[in-house]
């Protein structure tokens, strides 16, 4: 038997739950979110490590951020469901004075955009995390409207409220193809029987070139392995403690659960959908992050996180259609930053949709085609 959806989504991770909700608050009818493993976030959702930030180079990503941390502030009122968004606030060390000068341009710029950066002197850093060591760095940046979230309890929220406006959520059910008539896609098959479809939304992360071959479009988006390590709760982390970056070396950390999250990308790391966490990696983040917190070398370890980010050509997400398929809509290639923009691409994917071009935020930055002409400009990607 072939149902109907008006929209089917591929992925029920956060994207996936975020766009459903929006299209069901619009009041689109006969939404189905598509989840191939047995619990929704089983993707890079589950692996996410909660930052939000409003310090992005770039002002579409600011803005997508902003809006983004509006909805988190309202989320429990909405959603009754808490997700725990603090606004720690994230300092960017610098260890040299051309990133300084980077930095120093960003902060001019986030400023004129609204966004409260400030720049800040080695021993300014050191008051708010007194255990840094500043010895090589030349000056931070520091925003205190930044901070972490749960990203299990935003998904839960959107997708417990999808389904109290009547979205259909399907676990274990795999789409395996995508069928087109002319430029439309018009049914996908599944593990469990056939759907014919009005729009598909692309929400399958690290896996969204896979489902855009099944409509022979090709999806500039590679999985690429990141991971972090979490320590046991230590009793010397001030509370806040910001989310802090070294930028000369990506290692980044922030608490969690009393001890801390602790982790960089590997600039070396080829794609590939492996998640193993490969512990030899733990000596250099250790080195790293013991370097700037000495304190940091008397941690000891309790688990590590290896999850898959979802990279496109310039680091930044890919939303709206091809133009060679205009209701196969793409929510991919977020990057690193997908669950800190998901109410705000949930949104505005949700409104493509219903509304056609007319989105409360601008997706022109993040148009499918833009490889074409040229990359999204964004310095700050970790
Ligand atoms: C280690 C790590 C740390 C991160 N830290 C941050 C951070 O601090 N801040 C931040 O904003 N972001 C962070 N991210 C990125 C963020 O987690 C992702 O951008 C976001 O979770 C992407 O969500 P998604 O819903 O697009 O993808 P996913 O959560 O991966 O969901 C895609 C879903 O699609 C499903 N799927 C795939 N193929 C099929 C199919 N054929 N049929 C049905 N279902 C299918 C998958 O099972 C999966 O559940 C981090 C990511 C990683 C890996």
């Given at each position: 038997?072939?149902r109907?959806?008006?929209?089917?989504?591929?992925?029920?991770?956060?994207?996936?739950?975020?766009?459903?909700y929006?299209?069901?608050?619009?009041?689109?009818?006969?939404?189905?979110?598509?989840?191939?493993?047995e619990?929704?976030?089983?993707?890079?959702?589950?692996?996410?490590?909660g930052?939000?930030?409003?310090?992005f180079?770039?002002?579409?990503n600011?803005?997508?951020?902003?809006?983004?941390?509006?909805?988190f502030?309202?989320?429990e009122?909405?959603?009754?469901?808490?997700?725990d968004?603090?606004?720690t606030?994230?300092?960017?060390?610098?260890?040299?004075?051309?990133?300084?000068a980077?930095?120093?341009?960003?902060?001019?710029?986030?400023?004129?955009?609204?966004?409260?950066?400030?720049l800040?002197?080695?021993?300014?850093?050191?008051?708010?995390?007194?255990?840094?060591?500043?010895?090589?760095?030349v000056?931070?940046?520091?925003?205190?409207?930044?901070?972490?979230?749960?990203?299990h309890a935003i998904?839960?929220?959107?997708?417990?409220?999808?389904?109290?406006?009547?979205?259909?959520?399907?676990?274990?059910v795999?789409?395996?193809?995508?069928?087109?008539?002319?430029?439309?896609?018009?049914?996908?098959?599944?593990?469990?029987g056939?759907?014919?479809?009005?729009h598909?939304?692309?929400?399958?992360?690290?896996?969204?070139?896979?489902?855009?071959?099944?409509?022979?479009?090709?999806?500039?988006?590679?999985?690429?392995?990141?991971?972090?390590?979490?320590?046991?709760?230590?009793?010397?982390?001030?509370?806040?403690?910001?989310l802090?970056?070294?930028?000369?070396?990506?290692?980044?950390?922030?608490?969690e659960?009393?001890?801390?999250?602790?982790?960089?990308?590997?600039p070396?790391?080829?794609?590939?959908?492996?998640?193993?966490?490969?512990?030899?990696?733990l000596?250099?983040?250790?080195?790293?992050?013991?370097?700037?917190?000495?304190?940091?070398a008397?941690?000891?370890?309790?688990?590590?996180?290896?999850?898959?980010?979802?990279?496109?050509p310039?680091?930044?997400?890919?939303?709206?259609?091809?133009?060679t398929?205009?209701?196969f809509?793409?929510?991919?290639?977020f990057?690193?930053?997908?669950?800190?923009?998901?109410?705000?691409?949930?949104?505005?994917?949700?409104?493509?949709v219903?509304?056609g071009?007319?989105?409360?935020?601008?997706?022109?930055?993040?148009?499918?085609?833009?490889f074409?002409?040229?990359?999204?400009?964004?310095?700050n990607?970790?």
């Amino acid at each position: 038997m072939t149902r109907t959806a008006d929209v089917a989504i591929v992925g029920g991770g956060i994207i996936g739950a975020s766009v459903a909700y929006h299209l069901a608050a619009l009041g689109v009818p006969r939404v189905v979110v598509f989840e191939r493993e047995e619990i929704l976030g089983a993707g890079s959702t589950g692996k996410c490590a909660g930052g939000v930030r409003l310090q992005f180079s770039s002002e579409a990503n600011v803005e997508m951020s902003r809006q983004s941390i509006l909805a988190f502030e309202r989320f429990e009122d909405e959603h009754g469901v808490v997700v725990d968004f603090k606004r720690t606030g994230y300092l960017f060390v610098l260890g040299n004075l051309e990133d300084y000068a980077v930095f120093r341009n960003n902060a001019e710029r986030q400023r004129a955009l609204g966004v409260p950066v400030e720049l800040l002197t080695p021993a300014q850093a050191q008051e708010l995390v007194p255990m840094l060591n500043t010895d090589d760095l030349v000056g931070a940046t520091f925003c205190g409207g930044d901070g972490i979230a749960n990203p299990h309890a935003i998904l839960e929220g959107y997708a417990k409220h999808a389904k109290r406006l009547g979205v259909q959520i399907l676990k274990s059910v795999e789409v395996t193809s995508i069928d087109l008539a002319g430029d439309s896609v018009v049914a996908l098959d599944t593990n469990q029987g056939r759907w014919q479809v009005g729009h598909v939304v692309n929400a399958a992360g690290p896996w969204a070139r896979q489902i855009g071959a099944m409509a022979g479009i090709d999806i500039p988006v590679e999985p690429v392995r990141r991971q972090y390590f979490v320590t046991k709760p230590m009793d010397w982390i001030p509370d806040p403690f910001p989310l802090l970056i070294d930028w000369s070396t990506g290692c980044y950390m922030h608490k969690e659960s009393g001890g801390m999250l602790v982790g960089e990308s590997d600039p070396d790391e080829p794609p590939g959908f492996g998640q193993q966490v490969d512990w030899d990696f733990l000596g250099r983040v250790a080195e790293h992050g013991s370097h700037r917190v000495p304190l940091l070398a008397e941690a000891e370890v309790l688990r590590g996180v290896a999850g898959l980010y979802e990279v496109s050509p310039d680091h930044n997400a890919i939303i709206g259609a091809p133009a060679t398929v205009p209701n196969f809509i793409c929510a991919n290639g977020f990057s690193g930053h997908g669950m800190q923009h998901a109410p705000a691409a949930g949104k505005a994917v949700a409104e493509l949709v219903a509304q056609g071009e007319s989105t409360s935020i601008s997706l022109d930055a993040y148009a499918f085609d833009r490889f074409a002409r040229e990359q999204m400009p964004e310095f700050n990607v970790i």
